[in-house]
């Protein structure tokens, strides 16, 4: 031990070896051991070296040039996907039996599932997690436990069931470009396999760390957009979102945006972060597992237009929905500050619109409308070639590039008739003025839907204006489908809207479209009655309202065919009645036998009845026709209510009992409605409000309604009274409304 000590000690400070087995130093280090030590030590007779083992060779230090680098990578993730392939055809064997019990989705109730037997489309063949030919456009994969009526399909090997063909081509390096910039110069493990063990578990975060049932090996992204939730938690959402919301499959290309979701998160042809925001947040509506966003409490004031007092004084923490939405907007608007991602900024507004409106937050759905039609605009969106201003500007006249496919285009094209449509829609139900003049507006209207979906070239001679005069009445044979007529009876909404907001300006100023020629409400001291209807404006529009509901193609004129429901035609049916009511209530008194105004309403809203028994007969989910119907649906009521009132003031015991069980029946779609829709929710209350109002307690006893009381028992601001129903006690309007002198009250019999 002595010995040892010493040479080690010896080693360390002396810098100079000769290299010989035993050295020099370790010789004298040993010499003078032994010359120095104690009695009884016993020291081994000859130096023990202690030396490194010094290879043969130097190390030859190698610099892989970058070219190389990529060759190398490829080869591996090749052989990554390679193995990833084969674990899926394994597993694709095995799906007809039970193994998605253990799926995070799968434990959904019979309450949250969507009976759906129409398809909004979309064809679904060939893409994951959706079944083959099955005619439905219904997910089978990640859904296919919330939905045990569909089955899973097998996917297509080689390209994982996707189409590709969108994409250009490219050379390996470029493939690779995502992934060297995701390793830089770490080791490729940054990228790794993590093997998914047969029992998934149930508790996995929404954040991250979700594992896939879909295979034994999954590639992590350690680049994946912040905010987003994991991988196959998003690619479930936006499959929902596809499946079962009813713009989806005209807001974008379902096959081309599906394919792009499995590329490479840092590609340029990944789609933009908060698209997927919003598509997360409106497909969580369609999914049992992710908690839905509470609806307000019942003594919450139904007509409240500002949402953010109700979150204010609710103090709960935002829901999944509700953040992936704040995400999406905030995304946007910094977008739009550096005017990047101009086009999809409108396209994720629109998206916007229908969350905010579909939760009943009208302000923000107001604003979010009138930003998405006022972005595109300057897009370019709301005209086509050759229809630009003859004036030399500065700017062109449009901010973002030409298209560059016949895909391209028409995606354009149809996300400003949403955007179009959402507005218009929206602006039914107040008296604000709208966005955009129609004027404003020369543009072809959609393409039929099988034609988006294979990118089919029509030119515009083949096609409609949305200028041409005959428009609404003429549809050509080639170019015709539910939503195209769909967009013509949002333009119906949006010339009746016009009209109502511009009758008094125009009469003020001698407008003969809206001056009567048999009287004029100038002469207001002559106690005469103004009637509107003889007016060259109110006849024309009521005459194209008409001829459009008769104009339907003869395979179009049904909306409902056994158990299939087309949402669009069916809205498409509901707003001429919708138009007819609006053009005719101001003027209408239900308590008059020989007032027109009145019996054109009654009419319409019974129409718009008859289409809700229409739909209760089916087993269709009645949230997926979208929220245009369901203010049909409220208005109708409103208009029945409104002959309620007049039947019980003249005791007419034939009427009334045939008015309560349609008022009845409307109430009861609305509510089955806002087991999803909270705007239905909303409506269903503000429907009770305005019968009590409106037949006092007697009426609204003998219903399932929760007692009313007429003082709100939440404290708002001062001035929340605005938001309010406004007072219809006022005097009557004599440009939108009969002169006459209110009728006296009946006695009561006793």
């Not at 002595?2 to 002396?14: G, K, M, Q, S």
């Not at 001829?547 to 179009?556: I, M």
Request: aromatic share 8%; glycine share 4%.
């Amino acid at each position: 031990m002595f010995l040892n000590e010493t040479r080690h000690a010896i080693n360390v400070e002396d810098a100079s070896c000769d290299a010989q087995r035993p050295c020099s130093t370790c010789v004298r280090s040993h010499s003078y051991a032994v010359a120095h030590a104690p009695a009884g030590v016993e020291l081994p007779p000859h130096p023990e070296c202690t030396f490194d083992e010094v290879s043969e060779s130097p190390p030859v230090e190698t610099t892989e040039t970058p070219k190389s680098r990529f060759e190398r990578l490829e080869n591996e993730l090749e052989s990554l996907l390679r193995e990833k392939d084969r674990a899926l055809n394994t597993f694709a064997s095995d799906q007809s039996q039970p193994q998605m019990q253990h799926h995070p989705f799968a434990s959904s109730s019979n309450a949250h599932t969507p009976n759906l037997v129409h398809s909004n489309g979309f064809n679904f063949d060939g893409i994951p997690g959706f079944a083959n030919g099955n005619g439905n456009g219904i997910p089978t994969n990640g859904i296919s436990n919330m939905y045990p009526n569909y089955t899973s399909s097998k996917p297509q090997n080689g390209t994982n069931g996707m189409d590709y063909t969108q994409f250009p081509n490219a050379s390996g390096l470029d493939n690779l470009a995502g992934v060297a910039s995701l390793l830089g110069n770490a080791p490729l493990s940054e990228a790794h396999i993590d093997s998914v063990s047969a029992g998934l578990n149930q508790d996995t975060s929404m954040s991250g760390g979700f594992q896939s049932n879909g295979s034994n090996l999954d590639i992590v992204f350690a680049s994946w957009p912040v905010n987003l939730p994991s991988r196959e938690v998003t690619r479930h959402l936006v499959e929902a979102y596809f499946a079962f919301h009813l713009h989806a499959v005209r807001l974008f290309h379902g096959p081309s945006f599906l394919a792009s979701l499995d590329l490479h998160p840092t590609d340029p042809r990944f789609p933009w972060s908060a698209i997927l925001h919003a598509m997360c947040a409106i497909g969580s509506l369609y999914v049992a597992s992710i908690p839905p966003t509470p609806a307000p409490p019942p003594e919450y004031p139904a007509h409240e237009v500002f949402g953010a007092r109700l979150r204010t004084l609710q103090r709960r923490p935002d829901s999944f929905a509700e953040q992936q939405a704040k995400f999406a907007k905030e995304q946007a608007e910094i977008a739009l500050d550096l005017g990047h991602h101009k086009f999809q900024c409108v396209q994720v507004t629109v998206m916007l619109t229908w969350f905010y409106w579909c939760h009943g937050r009208w302000s923000e759905a107001f604003l979010s409308a009138a930003q998405g039609l006022r972005v595109a605009v300057p897009c370019g969106l709301n005209v086509c070639p050759p229809f630009h201003t003859i004036a030399e500007t500065l700017r062109p006249p449009a901010i973002i590039p030409p298209a560059k496919t016949v895909m391209e285009d028409e995606v354009r094209r149809n996300t400003f008739w949403l955007a179009y449509a959402m507005e218009r829609q929206m602006g039914t139900g107040n008296g604000w003025a709208l966005s955009l003049d129609d004027q404003d507006i020369c543009q072809l209207l959609p393409l039929r839907g099988d034609q988006f979906e294979q990118g089919i070239l029509v030119y515009p001679s083949e096609r409609q204006w949305s200028h041409d005069r005959d428009l609404l009445t003429t549809h050509k044979d080639e170019q015709i489908d539910s939503f195209i007529l769909y967009v013509k009876a949002t333009i119906i909404l949006s010339r009746v809207k016009s009209f109502n907001l511009r009758f008094k300006g125009k009469h003020y100023v001698g407008d003969a479209s809206v001056v009567s020629p048999n009287n004029s409400p100038a002469s207001a001291d002559q106690q005469e009655i103004f009637d509107i209807k003889d007016a060259p404006a109110f006849q024309e529009l009521d005459k194209m309202i008409n001829a459009f509901r008769t104009s339907f193609p003869a395979h179009l004129k049904s909306p409902i065919i056994g158990q299939s429901v087309d949402p669009y035609l069916y809205t498409a049916s509901l707003i001429p009645h919708l138009g007819l009511i609006l053009l005719n209530e101001p003027h209408a008194r239900p308590g008059e036998a020989t007032c027109v105004h009145a019996d054109r309403i009654l009419r319409a809203a019974r129409a718009i009845v008859d289409l809700m028994y229409n739909i209760a007969s089916t087993s269709y989910d009645v949230s997926l026709l979208g929220l245009h119907s369901i203010m049909c649906w409220f208005m109708s009521g409103r208009v029945l209510i409104r002959f309620l009132k007049a039947a019980m003031q003249a005791n007419s015991d034939a009427q009334i009992p045939q008015l309560q069980a349609e008022i009845v029946f409307i109430r009861s779609m609305l509510m089955k409605a806002a087991e999803r829709i909270t705007l239905a929710q909303r409506y269903q209350r503000m429907l009770d409000e305005y019968l009590f109002n409106s037949t006092g307690q007697t009426f609204a006893d003998s219903l399932p309604i929760s007692r009313f009381s007429t003082e709100c028992t939440i404290s708002l601001e001062e001035d929340s009274t605005s938001t309010m129903v406004p007072d219809t006690s006022r005097a009557t309007d004599v440009f939108m409304q009969y002169r006459a002198p209110p009728i006296p009250a009946r006695p009561t019999r006793r």
